[in-house]
């Protein structure tokens, strides 16, 4: 779905930009109208395809709000982060058989649509969680090994809410993960539907304590307008499973962005 969206306003974009440049090149040899509609093509490539995380700098992928002031991820700092009545966040998540994909960016689950948040009076349907090895937001500095992100849609509209999970080493096995990390997909991109059930809420951490900020997705094309919802209190994983995850993916984490003049809002405690 999100990726529908994304492509729909990626050749949105990529025609009106092969038109423009047509129409200036009305009267150009058909050489240099193939050279152009080519460099459109790797235009267009870039922002799906071409973008990794050796080079971070995503500013100039096209059709992208990477270079925008308000990015994500972001470090907390206690500096910028004001304490605030925000209301209790509402679960409805139901258990589902998990589809995952290794997307060649992530590992990535998908739910159905029955599942589904409210963050400030507003519903959020569940789509999808993926993990950042090592996390993506840092807390003061301090950046645990994996972060877990649920996507969730506001019914109706496109706006995002996605909920972040840290997670850092203990001692046990987390049974949550292991259901997952033991089934991602030997080949990329390939969706695998399984019997494995998943519920959400068994997962999300006990302690309601949470940040709260307004950025934009962690990867290309970096949409804006994304409500953050991070909790403070991490969730364990086992040493050997940590290690194991690095083997997918030991490095998918975009480095953390300005925060400009925004605010963090955190739960009182
Ligand atoms: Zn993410």
């Not at 990726?3 to 025609?15: E, L, Y």
């Not at 409805?92 to 290794?102: A, G, L, S």
């Not at 090994?145 to 849609?153: F, I, T």
Request: aromatic share 10%; with cysteine; net charge negative.
């Amino acid at each position: 779905m999100k990726k529908t969206k994304f492509m729909n306003r990626f050749c949105q974009g990529a025609v009106l930009t092969l038109a423009m440049l047509m129409g200036a090149c009305g009267s150009e040899t058909e050489s240099t109208v193939e050279s152009v509609e080519n460099a459109v093509k790797e235009d267009v490539a870039s922002a799906e395809e071409e973008w990794d995380y050796e080079n971070t700098n995503w500013e100039n992928i096209s059709d992208s709000e990477c270079r925008s002031n308000v990015q994500s991820p972001v470090d907390i700092k206690a500096e910028d982060v004001i304490e605030a009545n925000l209301e209790p966040i509402k679960y409805n998540y139901t258990p589902f058989d998990m589809r995952i994909v290794d997307t060649g960016h992530a590992v990535q689950v998908y739910g159905t649509e029955n599942s589904s948040i409210t963050v400030e009076g507003k519903e959020h349907q569940f789509k999808q969680f993926h993990f950042h090895y090592p996390a993506e937001h840092t807390v003061d500095g301090k950046r645990y090994p994996l972060e877990m992100h649920l996507v969730h849609q506001e019914k109706g509209s496109d706006n995002l809410a996605v909920l972040g999970i840290f997670i850092e080493e203990g001692e046990q096995v987390n049974e949550f993960l292991e259901k997952v990390f033991v089934r991602v997909p030997e080949e990329k991109e390939k969706e695998v539907q399984t019997d494995v059930t998943l519920t959400l809420s068994d997962y999300i951490p006990p302690a309601q304590t949470h940040y709260t900020y307004t950025g934009s997705l962690t990867t290309p094309p970096c949409t804006v307008g994304v409500d953050w919802v991070l909790y403070k209190e991490p969730i364990k994983a086992s040493q050997a499973q940590l290690e194991n995850f690095a083997k997918y993916y030991s490095n998918n984490a975009r480095p953390v962005q300005p925060l400009n003049n925004r605010k963090i809002l955190k739960t009182m405690e």
